[in-house]
Each structure stands twice: as structure tokens, then as C-alpha cells.
């Protein structure tokens, strides 16, 4: 059984045998047809392994470590010195400190090529074009720059250090820029900026960021993690069903990837909407954790590595209801040049700075005459973004669990169920957001109950209508119907209403399995004396 790496390099896949989802086929194609390509993606998702393998194939060719895959022998490219800067590597808090890093690989890369007689200087721009002078006529090199953004989008909330940072990165990639020393170029980073010269008007780079063609060579799609991690899938679906390996079926494998889509899938990088892509990092994660643990936990694994940067903690602190209301149902709209031509990340559209770190993701196609539409991509972030914004919109923390760690939706009681969202409702900011009606109910609800990691479906569609709040368990489905009133000799009449809607809609029927169904008639009481659920039935 091979290991999952934890590499970077492509020359460890084959001296530690990890496994290997083979991209080869891309890189062919990339190489062949461009000659200098950009692509944006979230950090943690590929990038740096897709530039260390196009490095490894151009500097020492497909011998050995690209045996068996799809570009062994197909590769026909001579050999070129290569040039890998990652600006992971080098100070983001300290510009002088930040030029003398990024200078000595320069000079480290010209004195391993026997490039001599140059004039040194201190500063990277003037520092590279010295050395491209005095290079031999015919000599080119391969260019790499891993996340080339880290110091801009690491002080969005310093904007004079910003500014210092990416004078000094637009005058490097003006250096650089058409050089016929460079055989070929690769940039990563996670934002695309008109403020940096590489993309400025005129520049010779590709931007493949949501190129159909290209749409999946970061990250997994379900096929290629049937095809290349089919050991682990089969490891969990025996853990998880107390059974031999051997008689593991194919269906539970589907099964077990449908809930691995629902955590981690649906990153949508591709200009038509229609390719979507797994976290790397969340599904490595989550199958050496089946290996480690020897059962099958659903965890925020892409999200935890991520902290609490700066960009997704200005997102969360400017939301308003509204906003909350557009992230639930994954329909933020954002006009089209907003999306495609973002000047600076001190004055981005925020949605779009979310989208390209990868808190939202697409959701339409790009399309010049219309809108771009955003939403969260899977359960993982979603749950995730929800726990934060709960932060803000409620006063304390309020605990899901009854005993044994079990969901109080998930094995209590009706009235179990009730004083947990009542207590929930007492904790609301309620000069933030104030709850006037069944929408904002809902919407807040949700936030709770989504950061909880609980698996909610809001205002649910059947062929005869739509229920309120649907929260699924593996026994136990829990319907909710929820009336708003602010007067108490409504409330008999709101109830009976709520209730009359379950029994005639028969909300939660649909796909219901061998699951115990609760349907809850409830009403929300929003007179400031009240505020809370004063009457709820439990539907028979």
C-alpha cells in the first residue's frame, strides 16, 4: 500500500513510494503550447508540486521519476538550468529583508550556471536584468515563481508597507518581462493583480486561472482519487462497516465518495462551470487519517492549516443580513469586471478576494455580459465560515451536545430540541440582528446549527412546496416549520398554520430511508418581552 505524501518535491513520490495523481498530461500540454502561464489557486492545493515537476522534467528530464506515467515517453524538451523562487520563503514584514532573500537564490542560480562578470547589485530587478546581459546569446532558463502575492495579501491591513512591497514586485516582473533569455515561465499565487506589471496591459503571460482546459490540473477530481487512492477507500468503508477488505462493494466506496464530495469537492476553477475539483489537502488528510485512526472522521482539514488570516477576518466583520442571506443559498453576485480584472487588493471586491482564496468559489460561468455568481464549494468551508461568523452574530457559545458527544437534534427530544434553540435565540446580538420576520429566523438558525457542522438544508424542496429548515443524521432526520409573530394572540393561529403546512407539503418524506422523521411545527415569538419560541408542536 503506498503512502500519501507530504512532499512538495516529485523526486520523493518515487524514493519514498507515495502515490502519484498523474498531471503529466497537463504539463505536457502547457509546455508545449505557452511560454509564459499564470494560475491562481488557494494555498494548499497543488501549486507548488505542479511547478517542482514541470522544474524537475525541464532540468533533468523524465528519468527516473516520471516512470509510468502518462509523459514518459512523450517528453522530448531539451534540457534547461531552472530558476524556482518561492516567495513563501522569503520576509514579509521586512522589505530590505525580503530583497536580500529573493537576491541570494539569483546569485546562487548564476554562479551554479557559470554566469560571471555581472554587476551585483542589491536590488532584484536591477539584479536579474545585470545577469541576463551577460548570458550567453543562445542560453535560456526556465523561470519558476511560487506564490508570488505572499507579501501583498500578508499586509492588506498595512497599506504603506503593502505599497513598498509591491513597488518592489512590479519593478521584478518588469525586469523579467519578454526576455528572450527565459525558454518558459510559470507563476503561482492566489490573487491576479493589474497593480503588479505581469499582468499589466501588454504582458506577454497567460492567465490560466479558469481555463477550461486546464480547470483540473489542480486538484482532485472523484475519478482520480477512485483511480489512485482506491486502497484507502476501501480501508475506510471496512472500518466504518466492521467487514473484510475483500468484501468491500463498489456501491459503498460510491457512497463513501459522495460524502467525501459533500466535504470537500465542488472547487470550481473553470470558466464554463463545469469541472470541479477536490481539496488536495483536505482528502490526503482525511485518508491517512482513516489509515492513522482506523475510522472515517469528516474534518476541516484545509481550513484548520489556513488560521484566521486578515482578508477572511475583515470578510466576516462586515456582514450583514443580507450578506449572511446570500451566503446561505451561494448566490453572491458580483459584476463581471470585478471578477476578471481586480486592480489592488487594498480596494478588491471582497467576494472576489474570497473566491480566490478559496472561501467561495465559483458558481456560473464567466460570461462578460452578465453577472459572476459566488458561493461556498462544500460542507468543510461552509461549516467552517459559519463557525466564525457565529462569533459575531451570537453573544456566547452555545453547545450542540447533549450526552456523549450526540447532537441534542440528533437524539433528543421534542422539548430538548426546543429549549436548545431557545437558548440559542437568547444569545443573539439582537441590536445587529434584529429578527422581524421568518426569513432572518431561518437565516440565523442556520448560522448556528451550519457552524456546528450539522448538515442543514434550508427551505428544502419537495414537489409540493418548501420546508423551512431540514437537518439530516444518519437515523434521524428533523424537519422544522417556523411562523413569526410578534403578538401572542396570534401565536394558536401561526402554530396551527405551521402545522397544517407539514401535514399537507409532507415535508421531509422525500428520500427519508430507513431514517426516524421529527416534524416541528414551530412559532417564534419577536416581541422584546418574548423572543423566543413560545409554541411548537410536535407533528404526528
Not at 167 to 192: E, H, L, N, S
Request: charged share 25%; net charge negative; proline share 3%.
Amino acid at each position: 500500500m503506498k503512502l500519501i505524501a507530504q512532499s512538495e518535491n516529485i523526486e520523493d513520490f518515487l524514493d519514498s513510494d507515495f502515490i502519484y495523481v498523474d498531471k503529466t498530461e497537463y504539463i505536457y500540454n502547457l509546455t508545449r503550447n505557452f511560454k509564459r502561464v499564470f494560475f491562481s489557486r488557494p494555498r494548499r492545493f497543488g501549486k507548488s508540486l505542479t511547478l517542482n515537476t514541470i522544474g524537475t522534467l525541464f532540468e533533468k528530464g523524465v528519468d527516473p521519476y516520471f516512470k509510468g506515467t502518462w509523459i514518459y515517453d512523450k517528453w522530448d524538451q531539451d534540457k534547461y538550468p531552472v530558476l524556482h523562487l518561492s516567495f513563501l520563503e522569503y520576509s514579509a514584514t521586512d522589505l530590505d529583508a525580503f530583497k536580500k532573500s529573493l537576491c541570494q537564490p539569483i546569485r546562487d542560480f548564476a554562479r551554479l550556471n557559470g554566469i560571471t562578470d555581472y554587476a551585483d547589485d542589491i536590488e532584484p530587478n536591477n539584479l536579474i536584468r545585470n545577469i541576463f546581459t551577460v548570458m550567453q546569446d543562445k542560453m535560456q532558463i526556465v523561470l519558476l515563481i511560487d506564490e508570488y502575492d505572499r507579501q501583498l495579501t500578508a499586509n492588506i491591513n498595512n497599506p504603506e508597507l503593502y505599497e513598498k512591497f509591491r513597488v518592489c514586485i512590479r519593478d521584478f516582473y518588469g525586469a523579467i518581462k519578454g526576455k528572450k533569455q527565459i525558454k518558459f515561465m510559470a507563476v503561482t499565487g492566489v490573487t491576479r493583480l493589474k497593480d503588479v506589471s505581469i499582468f499589466s496591459v501588454g504582458s506577454d503571460i497567460k492567465d490560466l486561472s479558469y481555463e477550461n482546459d486546464y480547470s483540473t490540473m489542480i486538484g482532485f477530481t472523484r475519478d482520480e482519487i477512485k483511480r489512485f487512492y482506491i486502497d484507502y477507500l476501501k480501508l475506510g468503508v471496512s472500518y466504518e462497516n466492521n467487514k473484510s477488505l475483500e468484501s468491500v462493494t463498489d456501491s459503498e466506496i460510491e457512497n463513501l465518495l459522495d460524502r467525501m464530495a459533500d466535504y470537500y469537492d465542488c472547487y470550481c476553477f473553470d470558466e464554463f462551470n463545469q469541472n470541479k475539483v477536490f481539496s488536495t489537502y483536505s482528502v490526503n488528510d482525511f485518508l491517512r487519517d482513516i489509515y492513522e485512526s482506523k475510522t472515517v472522521r469528516f474534518g476541516d482539514y484545509w481550513f484548520d492549516v489556513g488560521g484566521l488570516p486578515s482578508i477572511l477576518t475583515n470578510y466576516i466583520a462586515s456582514f450583514n443580513l443580507n450578506e449572511i442571506c446570500q451566503l446561505l443559498t451561494s448566490e453572491i453576485s458580483i459584476p463581471y469586471n470585478d471578477f476578471m480584472n481586480p486592480t489592488s487588493l487594498i480596494d478588491i471586491n471582497e467576494n472576489v478576494l474570497m473566491c480566490q482564496t478559496g472561501y467561495l468559489t465559483l458558481k456560473s460561468e464567466l460570461d462578460p455580459v452578465d453577472d459572476v455568481i459566488l458561493g461556498t464549494a462544500n460542507q468543510e468551508v461552509k461549516s467552517a465560515l459559519f463557525r466564525l461568523l457565529s462569533l459575531r452574530v451570537y453573544q456566547k457559545n452555545v453547545s450542540p451536545y447533549s450526552t456523549g458527544k450526540k447532537y441534542v437534534l440528533e437524539q433528543g427530544t421534542v422539548e430538548d430540541i426546543i429549549n436548545l434553540f431557545n437558548e440559542v435565540l437568547a444569545a443573539l446580538s439582537y441590536d445587529k440582528y434584529p429578527v422581524k420576520d421568518e426569513p432572518v429566523l431561518r437565516a440565523l438558525l442556520q448560522v448556528y446549527l451550519i457552524g456546528k457542522n450539522h448538515d442543514v438544508r434550508i427551505v428544502q424542496n419537495n414537489s409540493k412546496g418548501r420546508s423551512d429548515i431540514i437537518v439530516n443524521f444518519p437515523k434521524r432526520r428533523v424537519v422544522l416549520e417556523l411562523k413569526y409573530t410578534d403578538k401572542v394572540n396570534s401565536e394558536k393561529a401561526k402554530l396551527a398554520e405551521a402545522e397544517q403546512q407539514i401535514i399537507e407539503k409532507g415535508y421531509g418524506l422525500e428520500d427519508l430511508g430507513g431514517r426516524e422523521l421529527i416534524q416541528i411545527a414551530c412559532v417564534f415569538n419577536g416581541a422584546k418581552t418574548k423572543r423566543q419560541i413560545s409554541m411548537y408542536k410536535k407533528v404526528e
